[in-house]
Every structure is written in C-alpha cells, then in structure tokens.
C-alpha cells in the first residue's frame, strides 16, 4: 500500500513538473531573463533527476541530534552559503496567493504582464519542487513566505530549516514523504563526494549555474540503496572535498556566538542548525 502511495505522489510530482517544463521552454530569452534576475536558479531544480535510492539512503545517515549526517568518518551539513551560491539566489520579490496548481498554470498562460507570469512561475516552483508539502497545491504558508519575501530578504534560511525538518522527520517515522527540495539536497550531495575535473574560475563566469550543470550531468540510477549505504558507510575524510571548488565567498557563517548552531527560520517553525562542517572549513584553513 504505501509503495502504491509513493508511486502515485512521483506520478502526480511528474505531471506537474512537466507541466512546469512546457511553460518554461515556451518562453523567450528576454523573459527567462527577467526571471534569472529576479528568482535565480529555481528552473534548472525542474530538470534534476532525484535517485529514490541514492537519496532513501542519505537520509538513513541524518544524524537528528547534531542535524548533520555522519558518513562513516565524516560529519557534513549544507549550508547557508552553499545554498545560497547553488541557487544563485538574489533578493527576492513577488506576491502570491494560496491556490491549486492548475490555477497557477493558467494564470501563466493567460497573464498579459509578462513580469506576473514570472512572479507566478516562481511562486509555483517554491510550492511544487522546493517545499512540496500539499499535492497540487502552492500550501498556504508556502505563499505567505513568498509575500514577506522583500527586496532584503533570501528564503535560502527557510528552505534549509525545512530540509533538516523533513529528514528528522523521515528518519523518526522510519518513512514517509520528504517535504524539502530533495534535488537541491542531491546536487549539494554530489558536488562534495566525487572528486571529478574540474575547472574553478568557471564560478567567475557571469551566466555559469551550477545548478545547470547538475541539471544536465548523466548520472546512474541503477546503484540499489543497499549499495549505495555500503559506500557512504565506509567513507573516510580523505574522500570528500570539505569545501566544494564552486565556494569563492573569503567568510562564511560558522557559528552563533560561542555556539556551533545558528536558528534557521523555517516556514512551519524555528529548527537549530548545525555549522559544524564550516568549523571545520576553519580548521583546514588552519
């Protein structure tokens, strides 16, 4: 029964991604512009494939008393300033009201002001892919969010706040559907655990996305979950790139005081963040 559920959930998640697609590709240059300029990198997240069994086994290595995972010998935790840079994100504007999703999709269609398609495109990204709690529909608090989101404000706080919510929540109930953005989670995954050629002053290029590049890397979708929690058990600390070759900011956010936590502001409540991992991007440095 609950594989029937989860089938159906990814089945109804694909219509409407694909839905998401179509408006998408349907517009010009001018406006996918408009929209970089003002949300970032949220369209490439669409086109990033989710491994059911890489990620099932990720989040069998959430550690909820630190809120960080624990790969064998490695603690690792995504960060304000990693996600941050992967969505590109600046600060952020629009409105937007708590409606079905075919409602935004036609709105998008039919809008005659090309900057309301966008808001609204955005409004349906944040509802569908990066806090997908309510099936076919942009949840209510997922709208107020992205009414108070002003000019000085990044939701990158509350989309990290309800990736560490949904992974405790997974790991407590033994299953059930993550509610976060599980293909930004899987592309900060990846750009720490495999250590491929890379060229770093790409990140100084103006219109480079790392999201892009996740977007369209070929990866391999028949490693079973079994397999994939044997790797991650046995990694050491010589296996991972503490920081990723994409990270350029000199300061990063590793701790609150004398604290080695900082309070993300999550839509459905406060959580406690681990910075654990950015301390130890200090003692490297050291």
């Known amino acids: 029964m609950r594989n029937e559920y989860l089938n159906k959930v990814e089945d109804n998640a694909s219509n409407e991604f694909q839905e998401l697609r179509d408006i998408w590709v349907q517009w010009d240059d001018e406006v996918r512009q408009l929209f970089y300029q003002n949300y970032g990198d949220l369209p490439y997240l669409i086109d990033i494939k989710v491994d059911k069994h890489l990620f099932q086994a990720v989040v069998q290595f959430q550690n909820p008393a630190y809120s960080c995972f ?77 009414d108070r989101l002003g000019k000085q404000n990044t939701p990158v706080p509350a989309i990290l706040a309800e990736t560490f919510r949904s992974l405790s929540a997974c790991r407590r109930a033994g299953e059930g559907r993550f509610i976060g953005c599980a293909q930004l989670l899987l592309a900060w995954f990846h750009s720490h655990f495999w250590k491929v050629d890379k060229v770093p002053y790409r990140v100084f290029f103006k ?12 990866r391999r979708d028949d490693i079973t979950e079994e397999r994939w929690i ?30 080695d936590w900082v309070h993300l502001p999550g839509i459905w409540g406060v959580i406690g963040g681990n910075t654990r991992r950015s301390s130890l991007y200090q003692q490297h440095k050291h």
């Open 70 to 146: 624990t790969f064998g010998e490695v603690d690792l935790v995504p960060t304000l300033e990693e996600y941050t840079i992967l969505l590109r994100c600046p600060k952020i504007q629009g409105d937007g009201k708590c409606i079905p999703w075919v409602s935004l999709r036609d709105l998008i269609l039919a809008h005659p002001d090309i900057k309301r398609r966008v808001d609204v495109l955005a409004l349906s990204i944040y509802g569908l892919v990066i806090f997908p709690k309510a099936l076919g529909h942009i949840d209510e608090v997922v709208a107020d969010l992205f």
């Open 230 to 259: 044997e790797i991650l058990q046995n990694l050491r600390e010589e296996d991972v790139m503490w920081k990723a070759l994409w990270m350029t900011p000199s300061e990063i956010l590793y701790q609150c005081g004398s604290f």
């Open 207 to 218: 219109d480079y996305s790392l999201l892009k590049e996740a977007a369209t890397t070929p």
